[in-house]
């Protein structure tokens, strides 16, 4: 609630979309488990299909771990030039019921149906009316969420899956939270919830429980989220407008590296993925952030701020190879090494391109590349 009045706020989310699209145009795949990715020994799993998930397959997943999980795994390369042409329709039958759309991904968004633009009677009619268009129109599924903030509608969306719906209610909202795992909320990670559970907070009523001065304590600046998302409440609008926080490119290589010039070379190729990025979309910023996952996949990140942007190719080469160069000599092999360019000088809207996900053949490095942007 805000201002008086009642938001009708819906998330949208594909059910499993890349592989069901996989599933949709190969019919010798549907119902059958798939991964969509990669086979190979340095593969990682893009997106995976309920019967894979039945295995316990599931995005990011070392490829060769949930081919042990499911043997009869079926592995289909990346069609990212489908996935946003499916994409592309999807968003088309949500301008027809608002002008309200924040994507979050290819595959999920919140809208804004409070204006009504369709003329149905409720927020669940035109959450139902949705699905059945995207169903008709692209032959897929998907699950939506229904509630009064964005932050209930994303639990929410979750709570049907796959291809329902559910609506939390203003009168429903706070109890209903109570009873949830903070593991499911948004903005409580893996590490941040087995913190929480050290600290005896395991459900919302626990999170509740505790006073905004113990969350500011042990939490910092996240602790009026985690604060007001006990309670249920949630401010923040549906924004058409999303500005790009990030650009990253990520790869992970056929076998875990030690030699500083192999590293490097990784380094300037995912530089140059950035700075190829950078220049396209007229997008350049201070801070550059190199990312290091070694063998047994523990992580940890590097940064450097620059007075002004990142001027040019041989300077972000030059700050990401310091960062990565700060680490050696390797304590073990590394697996992965990532580049990030952020605190852009200019506002980047959300639809500006993104990098590919999957860049990498099949012969070739498992490339990962992703723009992280603000909700």
């Known amino acids: 609630m805000q201002g008086g009045s009642t938001r009708k706020i819906i998330h949208v989310d594909m059910d499993a979309f890349f592989a069901s699209v996989e599933q949709r145009d190969d019919p010798t795949l549907r119902g059958r488990p798939v991964a969509v990715g990669y086979a190979a020994a340095r593969g990682v799993v893009a997106a995976a299909s309920y019967e894979a998930r039945a295995f316990g397959v599931r995005s990011a997943l070392p490829s060769v771990t949930a081919l042990r999980r499911c043997p009869e795994l079926k592995f289909v390369p990346p069609r990212f030039d489908v996935y946003k042409a499916v994409s592309r329709q999807i968003h088309a039958i949500f301008a027809e019921f608002t002008s309200l759309i924040q994507p979050l991904s290819l595959d999920e968004a919140y809208l804004d149906v409070t204006d009504n633009r369709a003329g149905l009677p409720t927020a669940w009619a035109t959450a139902k009316a949705i699905r059945a268009r995207i169903l008709d129109e692209t032959g897929l599924t998907a699950s939506a969420g229904i509630s009064y903030n ?27 939270v109570e009873t949830l795992s903070v593991s499911r909320f948004h903005g409580v990670g893996p590490v941040t919830a087995a913190k929480m559970k050290r600290l005896g907070i395991e459900t919302g009523a626990d999170l509740r429980a505790k006073s905004l ?75 550059v952030t190199v990312k290091i996952k070694f063998q047994d996949f523990r992580q940890i990140t590097r940064s450097r701020s620059h007075a002004g942007a990142v001027s040019g190719r041989e300077q972000l080469h030059a700050t990401s190879l310091d960062l990565v160069r700060s680490i050696y000599p390797p304590e073990t092999g590394i697996r992965l090494v990532g580049v990030t360019v952020s605190n852009f000088e200019a506002p980047v809207r959300e639809n500006a391109e993104a990098l590919p996900l999957f860049g990498a053949g099949e012969d070739g490095p498992r490339t990962q590349r992703a723009i992280v942007a603000s909700h």
């Open 150 to 176: 964005k932050f209930l509608a994303k639990l929410a969306s979750d709570h049907r899956k796959p291809n329902g719906q559910f609506a939390v209610t203003p009168d429903m909202g706070a109890a209903w």
């Open 213 to 287: 001065a113990f969350l500011e304590q042990h939490f910092g600046s996240s602790a009026g989220w985690y604060h007001a998302i006990a309670r249920a409440e949630d401010h923040r609008p549906v924004n058409p407008n999303r500005v790009r926080k990030s650009s990253g490119s990520e790869t992970t290589f056929d076998r875990d590296l030690i030699e500083p010039v192999e590293i490097e070379a990784g380094v300037r190729r995912m530089a140059d993925d950035v700075w190829a990025w950078c220049e396209k979309a007229q997008a350049f910023g201070r801070t």
